[in-house]
């Protein structure tokens, strides 16, 4: 019996490895291409995804940025930069990754593969745009609106920063998720996937580059900070599952 369920076993890894081992390849090469192209390059190169940002932020909050070559969209009233790590292209990496990996074993035939894995890739675009909108927005206006609070205390700007970051950054990747599993009508596991490739890419790449070695202590609590809201999220989500659940089980 131990024989068997070893057999059949390798049986499943051998014919998952065969339907999908061409779309994880070219998937994880397409990633790995983008993140060398974004550690290597300038905010100039990168204006395909601040100018839309910065037009959007513009048109939604009524305030003027203007462009300034090799540092990004300013506003000197607010004192405001739209710079190269605002420009949302690390999760953009996490989204199409998010939307591959768990995916694409799931689709029964190698055309819809294919479909799958070039939809991905422009609805990824739109979603980081309309993600990085809000996450910036909150950005302007959270600091304005909490200045006495921060100063001299725990949440400083930058603390702050990081959260609004976080926080948004990975509750909607969460959403983006389960969207992709609505639209696709595919069952998966509802937390691992998206905690997963957030940690691994915000945090499991820096780490094991060793580029946090140049700020020990700032990449210390910038780790701390992430995975408290990371936290709170799926703590958050699960109360929400489990509040709908009841719900759904009291009008039944």
Same mark, same amino acid.
């Given at each position: 019996?131990?024989?068997?369920?070893?057999?059949?076993?390798?049986?499943?890894?051998?014919?998952?490895?065969?339907?999908?081992?061409?779309?994880?390849?070219?998937?994880?090469?397409?990633?790995?291409?983008?993140?060398?192209?974004?550690?290597?390059?300038?905010?100039?190169?990168?204006?395909?995804?601040?100018?839309?940002? @910065?037009?959007?932020?513009?048109?939604?909050?009524?305030?003027?940025?203007?462009?300034?070559?090799?540092?990004?969209?300013?506003?000197?009233?607010?004192?405001?930069?739209?710079?190269?790590?605002?420009?949302?292209?690390?999760?953009?990496?996490?989204?199409?990754?998010?939307?591959?990996?768990?995916?694409?074993?799931? /689709?029964?035939?190698?055309?819809?593969?294919?479909?799958? /894995?070039?939809?991905?890739?422009?609805?990824?675009?739109?979603?980081?745009?309309?993600?990085?909108?809000?996450?910036?927005? *909150?950005?302007?206006?959270?600091?304005?609106?909490?200045?006495?609070?921060?100063?001299?205390?725990?949440?400083?700007? @930058?603390?702050?920063?990081?959260?609004?970051?976080?926080?948004?950054?990975?509750?909607?990747?969460?959403?983006?998720?389960? *969207?992709?599993?609505?639209?696709?009508?595919?069952?998966?596991?509802?937390?691992?996937?998206?905690?997963?490739?957030?940690?691994?890419?915000?945090?499991?790449?820096?780490? *094991?580059?060793?580029?946090?070695?140049?700020?020990?202590?700032?990449?210390?609590?910038?780790?701390? *900070?992430?995975?408290?809201?990371?936290?709170?999220?799926?703590?958050?989500?699960?109360?929400?599952?489990?509040?709908?659940?009841? @719900?759904?089980?009291?009008?039944?």
């Amino acid at each position: 019996m131990p024989q068997t369920s070893l057999q059949t076993n390798r049986q499943k890894l051998h014919t998952f490895i065969k339907n999908n081992w061409f779309f994880y390849l070219t998937g994880f090469l397409l990633l790995l291409g983008m993140k060398y192209f974004y550690s290597r390059t300038n905010v100039n190169h990168l204006t395909w995804l601040l100018a839309p940002t @910065a037009r959007w932020v513009q048109a939604l909050s009524g305030i003027p940025f203007h462009f300034v070559p090799y540092e990004g969209y300013v506003n000197h009233t607010y004192q405001f930069v739209i710079a190269r790590s605002c420009c949302g292209m690390q999760f953009m990496i996490i989204t199409i990754a998010t939307l591959l990996f768990p995916f694409i074993p799931q /689709m029964d035939t190698t055309q819809k593969k294919i479909r799958w /894995m070039i939809s991905i890739l422009p609805a990824s675009y739109v979603l980081t745009i309309l993600v990085n909108i809000i996450r910036i927005l *909150l950005s302007i206006y959270l600091p304005v609106i909490m200045q006495k609070s921060l100063s001299g205390s725990f949440l400083t700007p @930058a603390r702050l920063h990081t959260l609004i970051g976080t926080f948004v950054y990975f509750t909607s990747l969460f959403l983006i998720y389960h *969207l992709a599993g609505l639209l696709s009508r595919r069952s998966f596991p509802k937390i691992l996937p998206p905690v997963f490739f957030y940690l691994a890419l915000v945090l499991g790449v820096p780490f *094991l580059s060793r580029s946090w070695q140049n700020g020990e202590k700032q990449f210390a609590e910038y780790a701390l *900070l992430v995975v408290c809201v990371c936290l709170i999220v799926i703590i958050l989500y699960r109360i929400w599952n489990l509040l709908s659940k009841t @719900a759904s089980g009291f009008f039944r």
